[in-house]
């Protein structure tokens, strides 16, 4: 009898604990779920290099092998939290630089991988007399917007430095244009240095127009981080995470195949014609990243643009770094670290 009651307690210590878990991490372990719910995945209208493994699972059927019903969802620039907070989609990629502030502000989301390093870049005119990032006190950088992830990403850069970024402390100047011409801006002068990602950063500096002085995929205090991710609804996240871990491995095996197969994934791509641009472009840009998804470097991403962000006025000083990467981070069952580990 004593042994039976022992066998009891245990098990009830398990299920407490394992219902515990999984409520901090913000998932349903009491509701049933819908085995025909089908996910809504947003993927860009113009898709970009960033996300190539949403395509791959999509051609391979990396979805289905994980027994995922799926729609995909066009989504249009600047609408994707918009979607991800009224359900019109569960689960999307996007820049974290991007999403810390609207976290903070409110943003109900959870990110569940890390999908890649690298991407955005600042550049200079050949000729500039800037030769290195720390000459860029006292110039004039132009970016799409200031909450652009360029934009974000240069300024923890730039602050890392010791130059200051923040209002109270401004030693560079911002000028907004359109993606399209910032290369024109920097070519004429307008500007000393734009922020701007790949492709278009790639092509600018192959053709010899201008030189790279930050490279997120390169630089020791970049290179390492995870800046597109995985981002999901907190309500699918809770109310269907078998779903969400199904996606999430799809992802991390699409991702698995792009690290190994850039030129295959680039003529994919271009077959399926959902990214511009010579498919030996895009293959030399994909072989710049580091595509081995994870989860633990997902955690890891967020707490550290937290912090950065923190430092320069972006996020406000009575948020908890910690508590915040705790309530977006989410680690789903069944879904491993890394493929690589």
């Given at each position: 009898m004593k042994?039976?009651i022992l066998?009891?307690?245990l098990?009830?210590?398990a299920?407490l604990s394992?219902?515990?878990?999984?409520?901090?991490?913000?998932i349903s372990t009491a509701?049933?779920?819908?085995?025909?719910y089908?996910v809504?995945?947003?993927r860009?209208?113009?898709v970009?290099?960033?996300?190539s493994?949403?395509?791959i699972a999509?051609?391979?059927?990396?979805?289905?092998?994980?027994?995922?019903?799926?729609e995909s969802?066009?989504?249009e620039?600047?609408?994707t939290n918009l979607?991800?907070?009224?359900?019109?989609?569960?689960?999307t990629n996007?820049?974290?630089?991007?999403?810390?502030?609207?976290?903070?502000?409110g943003l109900?989301v959870k990110?569940p991988l890390?999908?890649h390093?690298?991407?955005?870049?600042?550049?200079?005119?050949?000729?500039?007399?800037?030769q290195?990032?720390?000459?860029?006190r006292g110039?004039?950088i132009?970016?799409?917007?200031?909450?652009?992830?360029?934009?974000?990403i240069t300024q923890?850069?730039l602050a890392?430095l010791?130059?200051?970024?923040t209002?109270?402390?401004?030693?560079v100047?911002?000028l907004i244009?359109?993606?399209?011409?910032?290369?024109?801006a920097?070519e004429?002068?307008?500007?000393?240095?734009?922020?701007?990602?790949?492709?278009?950063?790639y092509l600018i500096?192959?053709?010899?127009?201008?030189?790279v002085?930050?490279?997120?995929a390169?630089?020791?205090?970049?290179?390492d981080?995870?800046?597109?991710v995985?981002?999901?609804?907190a309500?699918f996240?809770?109310?269907h995470?078998e779903?969400a871990?199904?996606?999430?491995?799809?992802i991390?095996?699409?991702?698995?195949?792009?690290?190994?197969?850039?030129?295959?994934?680039?003529?994919?791509l271009?077959?399926r014609?959902?990214?511009?641009?010579e498919?030996?472009v895009?293959?030399?840009i994909?072989k710049?990243?580091d595509?081995r998804?994870s989860?633990s470097?997902a955690e890891v991403?967020?707490?550290r643009?937290t912090r950065?962000?923190?430092?320069?006025?972006?996020v406000?000083?009575?948020i908890?770094p910690?508590?915040l990467?705790r309530n977006?981070f989410?680690a789903?069952?069944?879904?491993?670290?890394?493929?690589y580990?």
């Amino acid at each position: 009898m004593k042994k039976t009651i022992l066998l009891l307690s245990l098990v009830c210590v398990a299920v407490l604990s394992l219902h515990a878990r999984g409520s901090s991490q913000g998932i349903s372990t009491a509701v049933a779920e819908d085995p025909n719910y089908v996910v809504k995945i947003g993927r860009g209208v113009s898709v970009g290099l960033c996300a190539s493994p949403f395509v791959i699972a999509e051609h391979f059927g990396y979805y289905e092998e994980e027994g995922l019903k799926w729609e995909s969802i066009a989504v249009e620039t600047g609408q994707t939290n918009l979607l991800l907070t009224t359900g019109a989609v569960d689960v999307t990629n996007n820049l974290l630089a991007t999403l810390i502030q609207p976290i903070a502000n409110g943003l109900d989301v959870k990110i569940p991988l890390g999908i890649h390093t690298g991407c955005q870049k600042v550049l200079v005119r050949v000729d500039s007399d800037i030769q290195t990032a720390a000459d860029l006190r006292g110039k004039r950088i132009g970016t799409t917007g200031m909450a652009a992830s360029g934009t974000v990403i240069t300024q923890r850069y730039l602050a890392e430095l010791g130059i200051g970024v923040t209002a109270e402390n401004l030693e560079v100047e911002w000028l907004i244009y359109q993606q399209a011409d910032l290369p024109l801006a920097l070519e004429r002068g307008q500007v000393d240095a734009i922020a701007v990602g790949d492709p278009t950063a790639y092509l600018i500096e192959q053709e010899g127009k201008a030189r790279v002085i930050i490279n997120q995929a390169t630089d020791d205090y970049l290179k390492d981080e995870f800046c597109c991710v995985v981002v999901a609804s907190a309500d699918f996240v809770k109310n269907h995470p078998e779903a969400a871990a199904k996606f999430t491995r799809a992802i991390q095996k699409a991702a698995a195949f792009v690290q190994e197969n850039p030129d295959e994934t680039a003529r994919i791509l271009d077959e399926r014609r959902y990214v511009a641009g010579e498919p030996a472009v895009n293959a030399a840009i994909l072989k710049t990243y580091d595509f081995r998804a994870s989860v633990s470097e997902a955690e890891v991403a967020i707490s550290r643009n937290t912090r950065d962000l923190q430092q320069i006025n972006l996020v406000d000083k009575d948020i908890d770094p910690d508590a915040l990467t705790r309530n977006v981070f989410v680690a789903l069952p069944g879904v491993p670290d890394s493929l690589y580990k």
